[in-house]
């Protein structure tokens, strides 16, 4: 097989050139990271599972006009994307207190409030990917006015899909990050969610019992954060619901 040319590698993804211009190889890895890599593990089959899992996520919105990077799943491993240009920040929308948001404003987590709050976070590793205001964004450049808007009416149709879709299976989403691109089609420029969704970038939990369904088990020795994603890729049905919970036999 012929060795790929590695473009870029982060904490839980690698990227290689993809086989047309234009196009990426995404690869998921195995690997945790959490509190910006302080905490670091290897969750054997975690990358598959997320890759399925974003895989069913960008397919939806893509089927309801949202526009995203996902062509196709290429195998257990790897999906076939479109190559964007990423604006620079994490858009995070939360629906409840949970996280850094409750640690700042003193709430309890899991309070609901009173409407989705859209924040943005400067991409920077070294710095923590701190919180930034609007007038940060658009001062240095890492976005015009246009582009926040859009971004905004992104983030939220990605609100509506993933909240609608996980509360049909028991799951509430407390809160996620996506990341937006930029493709050019001509001289005409659109965004496009980008990166992934899953539950590595999702606060997810049972609407019941409140049990965690995604990164905060890792990051709060909460259990097995392969069972916690296997659960939430059987209730939506990526997962026949026979296999077994550690070693998921995932469809085709």
């Known amino acids: 097989m012929a060795r790929r040319k590695k473009i870029y590698e982060g904490k839980a993804k690698i990227l290689f050139e993809g086989p047309e211009p234009g196009t990426l190889v995404q690869y998921f890895k195995d690997d945790a990271t959490a509190f910006n890599a302080e905490k670091k593990a290897v969750i054997e089959g975690k990358g598959v599972l997320n890759n399925r899992l974003s895989e069913f996520f960008m397919t939806g919105l893509n089927n309801i006009g949202v526009p995203t990077h996902f062509i196709k799943r290429l195998n257990m491993r790897e999906q076939l994307i479109r190559s964007v240009e990423i604006i620079p ?148 049905g990526v997962l026949p619901a026979a296999s077994a919970v550690s070693k998921p036999t995932l469809i085709n």
């Open 89 to 236: 920040l994490e858009v995070i929308v939360r629906n409840f207190a949970a996280g850094t948001l409750a640690k700042r404003l003193g709430l309890e987590e899991g309070t609901a409030l009173p409407r989705p709050i859209v924040e943005f976070c400067y991409k920077d590793d070294s710095l923590g990917d701190p919180l930034v205001a609007e007038e940060h964004i658009i001062a240095f450049g890492w976005a015009s006015q246009q582009d926040l808007d859009d971004m905004l009416a992104l983030a939220l149709r990605v609100n509506d899909f993933l909240s609608g879709m996980m509360m049909g299976v028991g799951i509430r989403v407390a809160d996620f990050k996506i990341e937006i691109g930029r493709v050019w089609e001509g001289d005409f420029m659109r965004l496009i969610v980008a990166d992934e969704i899953s539950p590595d970038s999702c606060r997810l939990w049972d609407i019941k019992t409140g049990q965690k369904l995604d990164k905060d088990v890792f990051r709060r020795d909460l259990g097995d954060l392969a069972d916690a994603y296997t659960e939430v890729a059987r209730r939506l």
